[in-house]
């Protein structure tokens, strides 16, 4: 398939390594167009693009960007694009890192606020795996306790598409719903990176308390923040899981 990437981040870069790998054709954009971009879609295997032109002649598009940028994009940057093209969302809210939105904070799904903002359906994907995750725990098709990615939006044929992308990257797929569903993998919910296989996420998404998800993420920041080390990656999903073990 033809894929244009918009960010080139922790997920973004991560995204464009395992399609260019599977064989896909892979254009990248950030909010720069100048030489850094060129050396970084060079070492990934990917063409270098503008944001205007990233969006043309492809079949998806991942948009991989922090919530707070969604509104910066070029006005009309998919006004001429085709409704075919599936628009994937990436993203994540964190108040500390992209101020605080009205909407989110009233608790507005993430992406339907995404989808909104650039008049077009979305599919929220590659959102629950933290970029170490996806750049290293991938599996094969059918291994035991291959790690699995929730999925969700309001086109069925899309969503298959898109968990045909997650395969390549070496995950299992799960279907978590329509667009306004997927507050059940944002952050604060059980299904956010704890690195689960396919049954244990989907009883995971079923456990999600939308009320609770920005206490428990605002919180979980805010102890991550306050340890003296870094934390290693497993450490991180031991603490995420530990967010939801049944003695708290
Ligand atoms: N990191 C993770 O583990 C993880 C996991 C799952 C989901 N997510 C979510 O995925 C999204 C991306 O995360 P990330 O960690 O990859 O973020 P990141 O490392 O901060 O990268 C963000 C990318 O977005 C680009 N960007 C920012 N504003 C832009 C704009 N106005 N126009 C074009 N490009 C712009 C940046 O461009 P420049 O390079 O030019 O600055 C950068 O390449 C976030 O919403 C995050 O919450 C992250």
Known sequence: MKIGIIGTGAIGVTIAKKMVKAGHTVKVANSDNGDKLKTRAKELGAQPSSLEDVV??????????PTVAIPTLPKNIFSNIDDRVIIVDTSNYYPFRDAQIEDLQNGKTESVWVSEH??????????NLLAETLLSGGKESGSENRIAMAIAGDDANAKKIIAGLVNDAGFDAVDSGSLENSWRHQPGTPAYCTELNKEELRISLDKAHKEKAPTI?????????????YPSHQEIIEFNRNLFTDKK
Not at 56 to 65: F, G, K, Q, T
Not at 118 to 127: D, E, Q, T, W, Y
Not at 217 to 229: F, M, P, Q, V, Y
């Open 118 to 127: 650039l008049g077009r359906p979305v599919i929220k994907a590659f959102n």
């Open 56 to 65: 043309n002649n492809v079949d998806v598009i991942i948009l991989s960007l």
């Open 217 to 229: 993420r605002d919180k979980a920041i805010k102890d991550l923040g306050s340890r003296t080390t």
